[in-house]
RNA sequence: CGGGGUGUGGCGCAGCCUGGUAGCGCGCUUGCUUUGGGAGCAAGAUGUCGCGUGUUCAAAUCACGCCACCCCGACCA
């Protein structure tokens, strides 16, 4: 491709609506445009990154033995009133009606016309098992699109539906596909880490997530250095502490005349966090629900929101119900004669001897509490609390760190949950009809674009992996207009890299070097040759990977040969 | 959906408080010079000041309503 007659149009300076890096950079390096909230154009230089990405993944998802189809963009809503998902989803399923009032869905998603299909279409098991798989545009209505390309409300994704006639084909599909997921996130270059998730409104049972590792990423992650243990924090288990202690200090009650929260009491009473609780109090089914948690503990709300008592979702006590039930407001609660209330003590707070909490009253507290002399009410103990860096791991073999990441894969085993919504049944070898064991799998291949970025990118711009960059090599000539000789070799060189089957792209437009540098940098090319007058005098051409940088020459002679090792060793 | 903020040329912003000729930088066009890291000089083009209503002799500026977008929160395969 010939820079001249492509599409490109960076810019010097940011957008103001770009806080995170990835979208910052898909716009000044001209990939993306925005056409209103969380939808963009992707322009050709964006769009030739998608096309990779997608290539990887459907060469990869062939591989596995799945079959690309593909199913409609718009939905009749009745399918999903028969899945129940036309209430369950909510106000992120966008829906509409046609000319007949009949009710229509953006798809979020594609289960329900695909279990519908297997109804119709896999009858016997004969034809099982069978794995369909799509590559196609999604419509979620986020309340809050955000941070560009990563939390769209359109976006790509490649869904694929797996069906089997018993639980251990869909488990060995699922291993399958793990694998598959494997290897396309390293062939895309990615740093990634598959985790233990929860499965969320998607339901079924075993899940993991994908997830590009990124600091700047909305999810966090727990693993194990020591084992192949990692989770989602979401899930991650904290294990019970080492055992309690023997209590030897009396309960005594003391002033905390406009302590608010843990760090105001730790400062008045100067104590470390790990010697206090708190108290979240939360609406529960019958009354209201006390959450203790060590102060230095935070709150897990997937784990809170499975407790038996507890209403869902959560929702906060008001202020007066609490007065109601504790005598006191927020910032003085705590477990020791706290009537009418559940009370569910995380694990990590149940190990606590003479500890902090308040006295359920405004401006008191106690110290030196032990449960099982000062709480009469009787304790449920639980794990709701995130997990924290140096928490022992659940598998018993070392303990946890905590790494930040891009959720841009995600597998479920569904089991029969649509099939059985859906009355999708096969026949079995006995002639029973039998519900499809199914499987779902999703890859956010424009989320994956953006996390690349995310996770690969300098002060000079992006730095694309190899494998998905919008051109493996950029031919930069220092004066392609002026001088004959530069334009000859540029062009020959040009010519002879794309006869050899590399993709490249020759910045052949009138500008001076400093702005073809600083554009090729921007967006993100990973491997770089420059040809001039200068060079071509010694026979040679410069040679420049984005990533490290230190320039070196290469005789011109040996420039495609050279490229190409470059090419196959990354 | 709750809270906060912003809408002025393609992009980034000033002007608004204290009403009176719409301005700066980047980008764009033309010419000359320049040519190994986002050039210099000169001459130009580009604005329903988000939309509507009101106040006023006069509104980018004041008031009210609406819309869009961004940020925080809640929410989320």
Known sequence: MRASRFFIATHKEVPAEAEVASHRLMLRASLIRRLAAGIYTWLPLGHRVLRKVETIVREEMDRAGAIEMAMPVVQPGELWQASGRWHAYGPELLRFKDRHEREFVLQPTSEE??????????????????????????????????????????????????????????????????????RIFTRLGLRFRAVAADTGAIGGTGSHEFHVLADSGEDAIAFCPGSDYAANVELAEAVAAAQRPEGKEPRRKVATPGVKTIADLCKLLQLPFEKTVKTLVYEGKDSLVALVLRGDHEMNETKTSKLAAIATPLRQASEEAVRRAFGAGFGSLGPVGAADVKLVVDRSADALADFVCGANEDGQHFTGVNWARDVSAPVEVADIRNVVAGDPSPDG???????????????????????????????????????????????????????????????????????????????????????????????????????????????????????????????????????????????????????????RDVPIGHAVSFLKERLAAA
């Not at 730095?463 to 493996?472: G, H, L, Q, Y």
Request: one cysteine or more; hydrophobic letters at 40%.
């Open 113 to 182: 016309v695909i279990t519908e299909l297997a109804r119709s279409e896999l009858k016997s098991y004969r034809r099982l098992p069978a794995h369909f798989y799509q590559l196609q545009t999604k419509f979620r209505d986020e309340r809050r699109p955000r941070f560009g390309i990563l939390r769209g409300r359109e976006f790509v994704m490649k869904d694929g539906y797996s069906f089997h006639a018993d639980y251990a084909d869909l488990q060995r599909e699922y291993d399958n596909m793990h694998a598959t997921y494997t």
């Open 397 to 551: 073999k070392g303990t946890l760190e905590i790494v930040r990441g891009i959720e841009v894969g995600h597998i479920f085993q569904l089991r029969t949950k649509y099939s059985e919504a859906m009355a999708a049944t096969f026949l079995n070898e006995a002639g029973d009809a039998r519900p499809f064991e199914m499987g779902c799998y999703g890859i956010g291949v424009t989320r994956a674009v953006a996390a690349a970025i995310e996770q690969n990118h300098d002060e000079r711009g992006i730095v694309f992996p190899a494998p998905i960059a919008p051109f493996e090599v950029c031919v930069v000539p220092i004066g392609y207009a002026k001088s004959d000789k530069v334009r000859a070799s540029a062009d020959a060189l040009y010519d002879a890299l794309a006869a050899a089957g590399v993709d490249v792209l020759l910045d052949d437009r009138e500008e001076r070097p400093g702005v073809l540098f600083a554009d090729m940098d921007l967006i993100g090319i990973p491997h770089r040759l420059v040809l001039s007058e200068r060079g071509l005098a010694a026979g040679s051409v410069e040679y420049k990977a984005r990533r490290d940088g230190t320039p």
